[in-house]
């Protein structure tokens, strides 16, 4: 039989737990980084009051609100005025994308969801995992963040989810841009969302596709080369990542307006001050 873990990984959603927590006054719940979590954990302040910090600031919770606990996430919580809520531990391939569909960030407070049907969802939850009912417990997720969506809810602390994606794609060209085996299912299978989805916010947030800001990168590599060091265009089409120097060639005259040579040519017959 899997692990919860090993679960949440092969499943595109998982509801891994759930509980409704009531009347713990000295209950405090820490997340470290360092502990192996591959879920997130959503939670709905039900009555009371209390607090919660995250990365050195306090902030204030109530009936109403909701958090989020993403993973290696690390925040602590705890009661201030005799408090209840719903927790649910949520995992799989999709949930990310599905949670970042609404609003939702790597870290967020959404304030003030005083809503009855998203408060049923939660209570729904609950019990369909303690009824080992994995199918239920699935769809009133779902039914929560629709409900969610329809509200137009907005009110979030923190950064986004895409934009954590958007940034972390970024990185990952950054340092493997001269793999000529780059790819976009590498990319998207290294942040654990969907090709679809990666292109949708990738060009959302940078006007351009993954693969195009791929091509910039290496061709903006490839101009510095060009101007810096001896290297021939061969060299330098392999070193960036294109098997094919014609290819390569081909790319840097249609960014440029010039072939890599006359670049170099006209970058080396500039005169110096």
Sequence with gaps: MNSGAEQSKESDILILN?????????????????????????????????KLIYNGKEYNLKKGDMFLVSPQSEMTYYAVNQWGYYWVNVGGKRVNELLS????????????????????AFRQMTGAV?????????????????RLRNLGVRK???????ERHIDAAIQYILYNYYYPDFSLDSLAG?????????????RDHTGKTPFEYLIEVRLESA????????????EIAKIIGYRDPLYFSKEFKRKYGVSPLQYRKNYTSQPTE
């Excluded at 790597?106 to 009855?116: A, L, P, Q, T």
């Excluded at 303690?130 to 629709?146: E, H, K, N, P, T």
């Excluded at 290294?190 to 989805?197: D, E, F, M, T, V």
Aim: with cysteine; hydrophobic share 40%.
């Design 130 to 146: 303690q009824s080992a009912d994995d199918l239920s417990a699935v769809g009133w997720f779902l039914v929560m963040l629709g």
């Design 18 to 50: 759930a509980a409704n927590e009531e009347f713990l006054p000295n209950k405090v719940v820490h997340y470290l980084k360092e502990e192996d979590r591959s879920y997130y954990a959503l939670h709905l302040v039900t009555h009371g009051k209390g």
């Design 190 to 202: 290294n942040l654990a969302i969907s090709k679809n989805y990666l292109c949708k916010i990738f």
């Design 223 to 234: 101009r510095k080369r060009l101007e810096e060091s001896d290297e021939s265009v061969h």
């Design 101 to 120: 569909a609404v609003g939702f960030g790597e870290f967020f407070i959404c304030k003030g969801v005083s809503d009855n049907e998203i408060e049923r």
């Design 156 to 162: 979030f602390e923190g950064q986004r989810m895409s």
